[in-house]
């Protein structure tokens, strides 16, 4: 590792909680630097589209186009061709705005074309103007397949047609035999110049552990001087957005960020929860992992910078601790 | 043939000049005796959907939602994924409004769901409001294919993307080896109760020809004793509308309504010609085909129900003729 200004920043996310993360590492941290891998296990086919929810939140997120009132989307969306599969009896339970469909026209023609994801969402970054580096997790398919007792969801069927209800008994990422993570995230967790990784707070379940399970990428996140670091999504018990504390009630785990911790265990080398989960920090050091105690909840974009500024000065001193010597 | 109020009307019809037709017609004629058959051979896949414009002007026609403005299309139409879709660099030639996009959502996942087209029109219909039947001309795929000096182009890509600049030299429709005309279509032809055939002013090469070709379509014209009509698209040496007389021209015909009426040839019982062309008349009628001098030009719709009533009156003079004993 160099110094910090060359330093390479990899960012593990999955959806809106990620990408609020994402958005201010984008703020202070130079693009050639920045790297978000995002999570694909949600993507799915829908109306003959192939849609990628993480990777466009992401997108949309970075590029300012994001729907801040909705939590999800784009701003200045209008939802003509909605309603009018609605008047046809169609499937309207993923409700897809116009200039959403745009995006997924281009990029189901693009695949359909031979492109891979990855130069697909190169192509969408740049007609969005986002400068950082965004790469799928992987340029094959993997798909979340949520179990229930009455038998296993895909996750979109699981998170937006049955907004999470089904009790969770497990997951299986199909597709995971086969795929290989996106060669540049590979490369970059086996750069010299890798200053730190950041899982953000995504689901630890759907949204993280598809990434982690990708053949090597756990050995390279194990093996890396980069330190790897965590921020909790579970704050005072609840998840900010999303099913993740719902799912630990179901995983019979404690809806804690030590919990979070543990769940992650030796991968981490730092864990940063939020100052009202304060009196967990001693039990999550127990575990090895150095804790920083900060505010976590991101309202606004001065929170999103703040708590990125905190990731990056905490990195530098673990960084510091990692050198031979202590030097 | 029964008396004319429960005499069956078959229209066949291209895109919008068959459609001012077919609205013309479905203000006097009871839904449940108007048939309107739509040519498909200018159907295709495009951005991953499954596009039907004759069907879709017919339909948006019909319910009243075409964009009378433009002369394409839906009203009240938006552009939002095309401009996106154009952010990203992508085929935005062919313009898809946001609304219209819902109809081809629908329907492109209607036939991968393993429905016919016939099928889905009725459902499209349906969701319109609209009461008159349509069917798509086959359900297996026919496609126009443009011959040209430098090579086959695909129907929309010489009718939109190229805006018809190449030079015809004929035609090809792929696909009419296995297609079936529509079952109803062939029924319908045969049925005792049908009062008149009518050939919409549509183009007589690419959008009628095409329903001409299916197997038996125009053996069960010259056997039916209901009266064959047709209204020329043809008026004072141009085609109100597209590229038919551009067409006969590269194609070395005179553009005429005569030679329109040669084209069909004894297919016709009768033949609708504007006024402007009425030094034609005699010549028509030379080729054994009845002529009926009118204003065909249809601006608005007291135009297209004045027509539909001259072409039904016009049939009902032509069934007298065609009765035995001529009584």
Redesign the interface.
């Known amino acids: 590792m160099t110094n910090s200004k060359q330093a390479k920043v990899l960012a593990l996310s999955g959806g809106v909680g990620g990408a609020k993360l994402a958005l201010g590492l984008a703020n202070i941290i130079d693009p050639q630097n920045l790297t978000v891998v995002v999570n694909t296990a949600d993507d799915f086919e829908h109306?003959?589209?192939s849609i990628s929810p993480d990777i466009d939140t992401l997108l949309y997120t970075l590029a300012g186009e994001s729907n801040q009132q909705q939590g999800w989307g784009l701003k200045n969306?209008?939802w003509?061709?909605?309603?009018?599969?609605n008047?046809?009896?169609?499937?309207t339970w993923f409700q897809l705005?116009?200039?959403?469909?745009?995006?997924h026209?281009?990029r189901?023609?693009a695949l359909?074309n031979g492109k891979s994801l990855s130069q697909v969402t190169e192509?969408?970054k740049q007609?969005?103007g986002v400068k950082t580096t965004i790469l799928p997790m992987s340029d094959q398919p993997v798909r979340t397949m949520v179990q229930t007792p009455s038998g296993p969801l895909s996750f979109q069927h699981y998170f937006v047609r049955e907004q999470c209800q089904p009790q969770v008994t497990g997951f299986n990422f199909n597709g995971l035999d086969t795929a290989q993570a996106q060669p540049e995230f590979l490369q970059l967790l086996q750069d010299p110049n890798l200053g730190v990784v950041v899982i953000c707070p995504s689901n630890p379940f759907v949204s993280v552990e598809p990434m982690l399970q990708l053949p090597n990428v756990k050995q390279l996140m194990k093996h890396t001087s980069a330190p790897v670091i965590a921020v909790s999504p579970i704050v005072a018990g609840l998840a900010i957005k999303g099913p993740a504390a719902k799912m630990m009630q179901e995983l019979n785990m404690p809806t804690t960020a030590l919990a979070v911790a543990q769940y992650y265990g030796d991968l981490l080398d730092g864990f940063i929860i939020d100052e009202s989960d304060a009196d967990q920090a001693s039990a999550i050091a127990k575990l090895g992992i150095e804790v920083l105690v900060v505010p976590t909840i991101m309202k606004n974009l001065d929170d999103k910078i703040a708590l990125s500024e905190q990731v990056m000065k905490f990195s530098q001193s673990l960084a510091v601790e990692n050198l031979p010597c202590g030097l």
């Open positions: 109306l003959g589209l969306e209008t003509q061709a909605m309603t009018m599969l008047n046809f009896g169609g499937e705005g116009d200039r959403d469909i745009g995006t026209l281009m189901s023609q359909k192509l969408l007609g969005l």
